[in-house]
C-alpha cells in the first residue's frame, strides 16, 4: 500500500488556511468563552432582548421569503437570456455588496421615509417604512437581494440546456419544465442563495439602524445595551443571539445539503 505524500507547497498552503481559520475561529471563541452563566441567564430572562432576537428572526424570514418572491426571475433571466445593457444589470444586482451600509441605509431613508420618494405616496395608503416593520424587512433586503441571486444564477447556469430541450420536445411547456425541471435541478443554487441571504439579513446593523431604529432587532439592542452597560450584558446578549443564529444556519445548511441531488421529471 503505498504511502500518501505531500508536497512541501501542500503544508504552505495548509499552514495558511490555518492561519485564516485561526483568525476567523479565535474572537467567537473568546466571545463565547466570555459570559458566565449567570450573565447569560439574566440576558435571556430580559423580555426586549428575547422580543429583539424573534423580531431579528422573523424579518430576516420574511426578507428571503421577498428574495425567493424576486430574486429567483430575475437569476433565471440573467442565466438563460442575453440582451443589451445585461452587465449594466449584473453590476446594479451587486452594487449593494459594495457600498458600505451605512450608505445604503442613507439612501433607502431618502426614498422610503416618511418624506421619501416612495415613503410619502405610500404612506398615504397606510404602508409604511420609518420605524416598522416592513422598513427593517426592507433594509434586510436590500443586502441580502444580491446573494440569493448570485447563488441562484450560479444553480440556474450549471443545469444542462439539452435537458430542458428534452423536456419541451415531449410536449412539456415553458412554465412546467421551469416547474418540473429547471427549478428542481437548480434547488441547490437556489438554496445556497437563499440561506446566505437570511445570514446577512439577520445580522445588519446600519442599513436597519437608519431606516428603523425602533422596534430594535437583536443587533441595534445588543449596541444599545453595550452603550448602556459596557461588555458583560452586551457580551452575553450577543453569545445568546449566536447561538440562536447559529443553530438556525446549521439546520439551514443541513436542509441545503439535501437540495444537493434533486429529482426532476416531466409529461411524457
Not at 31 to 39: A, K, Q, R, V
Not at 40 to 52: F, G, P, Y
Not at 125 to 149: N, R
Request: net charge positive.
Amino acid at each position: 500500500m503505498m504511502r500518501r505524500t505531500f508536497s512541501p507547497m501542500v503544508w504552505v498552503f495548509w499552514l495558511i488556511g490555518a492561519t485564516l481559520l485561526a483568525f476567523i475561529a479565535l474572537p467567537l471563541l473568546a466571545l463565547l468563552l466570555h459570559p458566565t452563566l449567570g450573565d447569560l441567564r439574566e440576558v435571556a430572562a430580559m423580555a426586549d432582548v428575547r422580543s429583539a432576537i424573534g423580531l431579528s428572526l422573523s424579518a430576516a424570514f420574511a426578507s428571503t421569503v421577498l428574495a425567493a418572491l424576486f430574486a429567483v426571475p430575475l437569476a433565471y433571466s440573467l442565466a438563460r437570456q442575453q440582451f443589451h445593457g445585461k452587465s449594466l444589470v449584473e453590476a446594479l444586482v451587486d452594487l449593494p455588496l459594495t457600498i458600505p451600509h451605512t450608505i445604503a441605509g442613507i439612501a433607502l431613508l431618502l426614498v422610503f421615509s416618511r418624506n421619501g420618494w416612495l415613503g410619502e405616496p405610500l404612506g398615504r395608503l397606510g404602508l409604511e417604512f420609518w420605524g416598522t416593520f416592513a422598513g427593517i424587512v426592507l433594509a434586510m433586503s436590500y443586502v441580502g437581494l444580491p446573494y440569493a441571486v448570485n447563488a441562484a444564477r450560479a444553480g440556474f447556469e450549471a443545469v444542462d440546456l439539452q435537458i430542458e430541450r428534452a423536456a419541451r420536445i415531449q410536449g412539456a411547456g415553458p412554465w412546467t419544465v421551469f416547474r418540473r425541471v429547471t427549478l428542481p435541478l437548480a434547488r441547490p443554487g437556489i438554496a445556497t442563495g437563499l440561506t446566505l441571504c437570511f445570514a446577512r439579513a439577520i445580522g445588519e446593523f446600519a442599513a436597519v439602524v437608519l431606516l428603523a431604529y425602533y422596534p430594535m432587532t437583536a443587533p441595534i439592542r445588543i449596541y444599545d445595551l453595550f452603550l448602556q452597560s459596557g461588555l458583560r450584558q452586551s457580551v452575553a446578549a450577543s453569545v445568546l443571539f449566536l447561538l440562536v443564529v447559529m443553530a438556525l444556519f446549521w439546520g439551514l445548511r443541513l436542509l441545503g445539503t439535501r437540495c444537493a441531488a434533486p429529482n426532476s421529471s416531466w409529461p411524457r
